[in-house]
């Protein structure tokens, strides 16, 4: 169960008015050519969500989109490298990147995001906090046995040695997205494969052109 509402009822500031852009959202959006929205890659650590972000990320550059990509170790060096791994910093992790994402929505880009993000509740959060069909959430679903023998980052290893504590799927749980836009398996496709699968839901729904060439 998230304990988010223990975080944002901590609000600070007080005060503040928000001031609208000359510059507005559908003019941005207008320029780009493509619909704006966040492609939120969740799943197990080693499921694969940087490799098919990437992957994704680079083929909507090579078609003209502006994209970008926040990825999960990298933002805990900048942004949020003040939290650790406990279920509430977990939390405040999401929100954060959440916040961050909206922010590059209202620019008007493709962003992809590549966290864990474990918890049911949070990625609601961010669904909530983006407009309609600005959140397309993608389960990179692989089995946790698959995750482990890969072991990119050598993270399994050092969980089962008792070296790192609240390791989702080991000892912090994962809650299974029930119904995410795209269902990704990763030991049934490759990485090409699966980065097609999710820049042909982008052509089908219109966030993109449908006859752009890969
Ligand atoms: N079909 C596939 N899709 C994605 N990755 C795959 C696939 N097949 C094999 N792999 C490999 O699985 C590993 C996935 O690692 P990756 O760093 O992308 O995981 P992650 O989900 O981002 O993990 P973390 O949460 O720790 O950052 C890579 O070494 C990648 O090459
Ligand atoms: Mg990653």
């Known amino acids: 169960m998230s304990p988010y509402k223990t975080v944002i009822n901590e609000a600070k500031s007080t ?21 704006p929205a966040v492609i939120w890659f969740t799943g197990l650590s080693g499921s694969g969500k940087s490799t098919i972000a990437n992957a994704v990320d680079n083929m909507l550059y090579d078609l003209g ?28 992790n999401i929100r954060r990147i959440g916040e961050v994402a909206k922010l590059f929505v209202d620019a008007g880009l493709l962003v992809s ?51 790192i504590r609240n390791f989702t799927g080991i000892d912090s749980s994962y809650e299974v997205p029930l119904t995410p836009e795209i269902h990704v ?24 052109e449908a006859t752009a060439d890969q």
Not at 29 to 34: E, I, K, L, T
Not at 120 to 142: C, K, S
Not at 185 to 205: G, Q, R, W
């Open 15 to 35: 005060d503040v008015v928000w001031h609208l852009a000359s510059v507005t959202h559908e003019q941005r959006v207008m320029a780009q050519g493509h619909l």
């Open 65 to 92: 989109c502006t994209t970008y990509l926040l990825d999960g170790d990298n933002v805990r060096h900048g942004l949020n490298g003040d939290l650790g791994f406990s279920d509430a910093d977990r939390v405040e």
């Open 113 to 163: 995001t590549a966290f864990i993000s474990p918890f049911l509740a949070d990625r609601e959060m961010v669904r909530n906090q983006l407009g309609f069909g600005q959140f397309i959430e993608v389960f990179i679903d692989t089995p946790i046995e698959v995750c482990e023998q890969r072991d990119p980052k050598g993270l399994y290893q050092k969980a089962r040695a008792g070296e």
């Open 185 to 208: 398996e990763t030991d049934k496709m490759s990485v090409n494969a699966c980065a097609e699968k999710i820049v042909n839901y982008l052509k089908t729904k219109g966030y993109i």
